[in-house]
């Protein structure tokens, strides 16, 4: 069966700080991952997806960047971070089908907080 | 382009009772995905069904039924006999080729003992 991980569970960073967040898929080869935000009380915010090594398309553009350095690693990193950049950070894989993306299965989440 | 729009923000219902989460989205595909999704306090999503737009047939998994009609483009979701323990976020999202994966904005449903 398929798992996907995500650490650190928490995290607390001050501002200015660099951020690395690190996801990794079991149980499957060649999956779509994608990192997400969600703002407290606030809906999914997509920040990044990949369809392969090396391949990174960014929805929003920020001080954030994200790299897939083997097929089942996502990362998620920052030089500095800003106050904005808290929230829960959430990793998903999925496959698909020449119709669009199957189901998304998220990681736990890594809650981050700048001071 | 894609759309989905959950208009509900917050639903509070007593225990026992049934509520309906609606969930209208907008695309210009004629093949696609339609999801639900719950996040609970706990923050991790779970992933409730999958549905293809080619199959408008209901769902009915124990407490919880889906209604999809291409018709008013709408595909809702319907707790039965609601528990503490449903109390969460619930997500509608949309695939289909050559898009990103949408997510509604998410509806909050309290569940009062």
């Known amino acids: ?115 | 382009a894609q759309k989905v729009t959950q208009a509900q923000t917050e639903i509070s219902v007593v225990e026992k009772e049934d509520v309906t989460l609606d969930c209208v989205y907008e695309t210009r595909d004629t093949t696609y995905y339609l999801f639900w999704y719950k996040q609970p306090p706990s923050g991790e999503l779970v992933f409730l069904i999958r549905r293809n737009s080619f199959d408008e047939q209901n769902e009915i998994s124990g407490r919880y039924s889906w209604n999809f009609q291409k018709s008013t483009s709408s595909f809702n979701f319907t707790i039965t006999a609601s528990q503490v323990v449903d109390s969460a976020v619930y997500f509608c999202a949309l695939s289909s080729i050559g898009n990103q994966f949408y997510f509604g904005t998410g509806t909050s449903l309290t569940v009062i003992p």
């Open chain 1, 1 to 115: 069966s398929q798992t996907i991980h995500q650490w650190p569970a928490t995290l607390v960073q001050p501002v200015g700080s660099p951020l690395s967040l690190e996801c990794t898929v079991e149980g499957t080869s060649n999956p779509n991952l994608y990192w997400y935000r969600q703002a407290a009380g606030r809906g999914l915010q997509l920040l990044f997806y990949s369809v392969g090594i090396g391949q990174i398309s960014s929805e929003v553009p920020q001080n954030l960047s994200a790299s897939r350095p083997q097929d089942r690693q996502f990362i998620l990193s920052s030089k500095k971070l800003l106050l904005s950049d808290s929230g829960f950070y959430l990793c998903a894989w999925s496959t698909s089908d020449r119709w669009g993306d199957y189901e998304q299965y998220f990681g736990p989440g890594t809650r981050l907080t700048v001071t």
